[in-house]
């Protein structure tokens, strides 16, 4: 076998498993609205930790307040904003007596921001099930009430909801739905959902959904209190300690906008891409071994594209490629737009931006690249505070 079948043999075979996962998941990953309403109804507190958000906040408080669910305190945590965030919650608590608003503390030693705003949060705290979720959400009328049933139902400890993430600009067109294929590329869900695979786990900040006795047990975000990937490590520390965690899906109930334009998705994944792979290993290790990651990662899917190319260009003079690796690199590239294609549709992402996954990916990779670089030299910054030395556990 020549150099470049074998290379194309690797990416044909790493493409395909990744197009397996994402057909399973698809599958076996249930929708949160798909589960019916429970007579159970316990009190559900909603925990909104939220900093200079004057462009989400009065959207994601009004969809809080139009849920179809009861009963149900929200409560919104000012995190030391130095936008017009706090005139705004001001203004809507004023009007909602539903909605409380508190103003942190000046944060403590050792702790992030967020992390100090969800424990705040937390302590005035009143439900049973206790739901931390981002300022840069909206919730469909029927999604807490949905959410509740599902993990009453499932009789998990933490239910976690991938959201649909949104696609206005072209830089979220590009970038955003590559989130939920990755998810839908490398978790197992349905063995991880039925708590089979405990040594992986996930879950999305977007929505966290615990039961207050869980939260209680694993000591909640003081325990984890100067963690920048506090989400992925609340849903580690609930299956270590032998709970169990539920991942849905939440495309149609629950909508998250990061980020509107490629420097914010720049600055927003440079403070946390490097430390999902220094979260366990020295940063000497954990440097080279991510970049190495995701430039194969990165190769994976471009090598085809360009050696199928390089092949049809160059055919007429004759081609250094031989026919079966051309082949082998088409059906490369065949299952790695369908592996896009199915999520894109499953998600409602536009299907167009299949078409584009080599850009995507090589996006990616450069983001990838300076996250690890922010990091390294301490350059890492977020709502306008240094993350420079913050660990992840």
């Not at 440097?287 to 899917?301: D, E, K, R, V």
């Not at 490369?332 to 536009?350: E, M, N, W």
Request: with cysteine.
């Amino acid at each position: 076998m020549d150099a470049v079948l074998f290379s194309m043999a690797i990416c044909l075979c790493i493409a395909a498993v990744f197009f397996i996962m994402n057909i399973l998941n698809v599958i076996h990953v249930q929708k949160v609205d798909s589960y019916p309403d429970s007579a159970e109804c316990p009190l559900v507190s909603v925990i909104v930790p939220a900093r200079n958000e004057e462009r989400n906040i009065r959207t994601c408080v009004a969809s809080l307040l139009g849920q179809e669910y009861s009963p149900l305190e929200i409560i919104v945590v000012n995190d030391h904003s130095e936008d017009s965030t706090g005139a705004i919650l001001a203004e809507l608590q004023e009007k909602n007596p539903h909605v409380r608003v508190l103003d942190c503390a000046d944060l403590p030693p050792g702790w992030t921001g967020k992390n100090w705003a969800c424990d705040e949060g937390y302590r005035q705290a009143q439900g049973e099930l206790i739901v931390f979720t981002d300022a840069d959400t909206q919730h469909a009328p029927q999604f807490l009430r949905k959410a509740a049933s599902a993990i009453l139902q499932e009789q998990a400890d933490l239910l976690t909801v991938i959201p649909r993430f949104s696609t206005v600009s072209l830089a979220e067109k590009a970038i955003m739905p590559v989130l939920v294929w990755l998810a839908y590329s490398v978790f197992p869900f349905a063995l991880m959902n039925r708590n089979r695979l405990r040594i992986v786990s996930y879950s999305n900040g977007a929505f966290l959904m615990f039961r207050r006795n869980a939260y209680q047990k694993i000591g909640g975000h003081a325990a984890i209190r100067d963690n920048v990937i506090d989400d992925l490590t609340l849903g580690r520390r609930i299956r270590q300690s032998g709970r169990r965690c539920v991942v849905v899906n939440g495309a149609a109930a629950l909508e998250c906008r990061m980020y509107t334009s490629m420097q914010e998705i720049y600055s927003g994944f440079a403070k946390n891409l490097f430390r999902l792979f220094s979260n366990s290993l020295p940063t000497g290790i954990a440097a080279p071994l991510s970049a190495l990651c995701w430039l194969f990662f990165c190769l994976i899917y471009i090598l085809p594209v360009c050696a199928a190319g390089a092949f049809f260009i160059f055919r007429p003079q004759g081609s250094l490629m031989s026919p079966a690796a051309a082949m082998v690199a088409g059906v490369a590239i065949l299952c790695s737009f369908s592996s896009f294609f199915l999520v894109s549709t499953h998600f409602r992402y536009p299907r167009l931006m299949a078409f584009l996954y080599p850009v995507t990916i090589f996006l990616l990779f450069t983001i990838a690249m300076n996250s690890i670089i922010q990091t390294l030299t301490g350059q890492t910054q977020w709502k306008g505070r240094s993350l420079h030395g913050v660990a992840c556990e």
